[in-house]
């Protein structure tokens, strides 16, 4: 099971809306609405951001959303902020003999 | 407030074994799916295993099918990754999580594994 495929970097200034893209193949992010995303600051442990495609945990910021189409999922950070600097990992389940596979991750640098 | 502390990592010899624990409070621990993700250091994440609220279902990444073992005491609060045949590749920080609606909402601080002769 290869991992999902994500940009590594993706940089924007403070204000501006950023998109993650997290793609996969029919059997993981097209085959189910089980896609969630994580954020991981340096030397912390990761964060749920987004589960089951686009919902958000209570806790969460509205600035965070996330959408899927077809083996494509994607999530999107609107008005920046400095304290969005870290790295974000897509999630899947999959039909595969491993039931959970990650992406690769996207670093996200603001300006 | 949800807490997860792992414990039992450090340094094993190729081949060796280790066995993880984590330490759950703040929730009902027997009500929760648990699991254990791995990261090797400076790189991205990797599900291990996870078992079902009593016990009776467990589920293993293929990279460590046959090696790992995870199981639960609920009376203790506690879940564990037994690993054996250890290798190089098995180097990482071991995380437990609480698993809820196909995500992982609460993770401990992990417990660093490092696998060298």
């Known amino acids: 099971q290869s991992a999902l495929t994500q940009p590594a970097s993706v940089s924007g200034s403070p204000g501006q809306t950023i998109t993650i893209s997290c793609t996969g193949t029919?059997?993981?992010?097209?085959?189910?609405?089980?896609v969630s995303w994580y954020q991981q600051h340096p030397g912390k442990a990761p964060k749920l951001m987004i589960s089951e495609v686009s919902n958000r945990p209570s806790g969460v910021s509205n600035r965070f959303s996330a959408s899927k189409s077809a083996n494509t999922a994607s999530l999107t950070i609107s008005g920046l902020q400095a304290e969005d600097e870290a790295d974000y990992y897509c999630?899947?389940?999959?039909?595969?003999?491993?039931?959970?596979?990650f992406g690769t991750g996207t670093r996200v640098t603001v300006l | 407030e949800v807490q997860l502390v792992e414990s039992g990592g450090g340094l094993v010899q190729p081949g060796g074994s280790l066995r993880l624990s984590c330490a759950g409070s703040?929730?009902?621990?027997?009500?929760?799916?648990m699991t254990w993700v791995r990261q090797a250091p400076g790189k991205g994440l990797e599900w291990v295993a996870n078992?079902?609220?009593?016990?009776?279902?467990?589920y293993y990444a293929d990279s460590v099918k046959g090696r790992f073992t995870i199981s639960r005491d609920n009376a203790k609060n506690s879940l564990y990754l037994q690993m054996a045949s250890l290798r190089a590749d098995d180097t990482a920080f071991y995380y437990c999580a609480t698993h809820l609606n196909w995500a992982w909402d609460n993770w401990g601080q992990g417990t660093l594994v490092i696998v060298s002769s």
């Open positions: 078992i079902k609220l009593d016990g009776s279902e467990k």
């Open positions: 999630c899947s389940y999959t039909s595969s003999s491993t039931p959970y596979v």
């Open positions: 029919t059997s993981d992010v097209g085959g189910y609405n089980y």
């Open positions: 703040g929730f009902i621990f027997g009500s929760y799916w």
